[in-house]
């Protein structure tokens, strides 16, 4: 079984449009992440969410909202998409008490690449 | 505001050989990590750096962290093909886990 996945791997769609990508861990993380790939393959933290707490990386539109059904779950849903929301959308998870000998490992989703025309 | 560089961005090199890419960040952070990149893949992890001075080695590739120079390096030994990929470093900066990362190393190994 994947452990993180991502759903659309594929994304196109119209200026102006809402759409959502769905994220789903089946590692028992306590938090996930969103992160934005440009075309340069520049990787920007979005965001960071556990059962507790959202932080926001304050460059990121209000337009981009992720939103959490339970504890395996994180989607994000953007609003009135632009063509500079054309990107691949990594969704990740850790565990916050580091599991992993401490250290907080991130596991990344396979991707989701957003094309808007 | 935390900035992390990479460099080279690209790097040629030809199987057999030794090479070391370079990441240096703005300000303290307490731990530091790699990952590679596949084309059209996900991000993998290969190592988390701790502590000033740390190594970690997998294989062909070293890992090491000077905190006091906010530098680590990725060296490779003896390059091979399979080698192939982006490295991305990236460097912890607050609480909530959230990584800055370097603009990535894409690394080409030529038979």
């Known amino acids: 079984d994947t452990a993180v996945s991502q759903t659309p791997k594929y994304l196109v769609t119209q200026m102006g449009n809402d759409k959502s990508i769905k994220c789903e861990q089946n590692l028992g993380h306590d938090t996930m992440y969103w992160y934005k790939q440009d075309s340069k393959k520049f990787l920007k933290i979005m965001f960071s969410y556990n059962n507790k707490e959202l932080i926001i990386n304050e460059t990121v539109p209000n337009r981009f909202s992720p939103k959490s059904p339970d504890k395996a779950h994180l989607n994000l849903h953007i609003n009135s998409l632009e063509l500079g929301d054309s990107a691949v959308y990594f969704c990740a998870s850790s565990h916050p008490q580091g599991a992993e000998g401490g250290f907080e490992k991130l596991f990344f989703g396979s991707g989701t690449q957003l094309s808007v025309l | 505001e935390l900035k992390v560089e990479q460099n080279p961005l690209f790097l040629s090199m030809q199987e057999g050989k030794n090479y070391t890419i370079y990441c240096n960040y703005s300000?303290?952070?307490?731990?530091l990590y790699w990952y590679r990149q596949d084309p059209g893949k996900s991000l993998e992890s290969l190592f988390v750096?701790?502590?000033?001075?740390a190594v970690k080695q997998e294989g062909r590739l070293m890992a090491s962290l000077d905190t006091k120079a906010r530098l680590s390096t990725l060296h490779i030994t003896a390059a091979v093909h399979d080698l192939s990929a982006t490295y991305f470093c990236a460097v912890r900066y607050n609480a909530g886990n959230m990584l800055t990362f370097g603009g990535g190393t894409r690394l080409m190994v030529k038979p």
């Open positions: 300000t303290t952070s307490d731990r």
């Open positions: 750096l701790l502590s000033n001075g």
